[in-house]
């Protein structure tokens, strides 16, 4: 079915790994941009990697690149985020995001605005 659902998020130890999934339906085409945002209660939400639909580049934030894996499966429809050596500040709620278009190489103003269709998050906690 069409959906924009996040899926995957738990409790891991420090230093362990998880994979977060969004299906992403229509949205899943080259012509949109899909990405992954997360948000600490009270604190403003943060992007965190994305797809470009310009060219399908992808885009981390400093605090995950290099731990972090953005993919998009276009036969399944679904994004992932593979998440490698986890920090208790990764801590956070986490949202997949598409809209149409580049990203323009500004998440932070995407994540500001609300663009596109959001899903409704899932938790992650990291202990120490």
């Known amino acids: 079915q069409e959906q924009l659902e996040e899926s995957g998020g738990g409790s891991v130890q420090a230093g362990g790994s998880l994979r977060l999934s969004c299906g992403t339906s229509e949205y899943a085409s080259s012509s949109y941009s899909v990405g992954w945002f997360r948000q600490v209660a009270d604190k403003e939400v943060e992007g965190v990697a994305a797809i470009d639909s310009d060219d399908g580049s992808t885009i981390y934030a400093d605090s995950v690149k290099g731990r972090f894996t953005i993919s998009r499966d276009s036969q399944d429809k679904t994004l992932y985020l593979e998440m490698k050596s986890l920090k208790p500040e990764d801590t956070a709620m986490y949202y997949c995001?598409?809209?149409?278009?580049?990203?323009?190489?500004?998440?932070?103003?995407?994540?500001?605005?609300?663009?596109?269709?959001w899903g409704q998050g899932t938790q992650v906690t990291v202990s120490p």
């Open positions: 995001s598409a809209k149409y278009g580049p990203v323009n190489d500004d998440m932070a103003l995407w994540a500001r605005r609300r663009f596109g269709y």
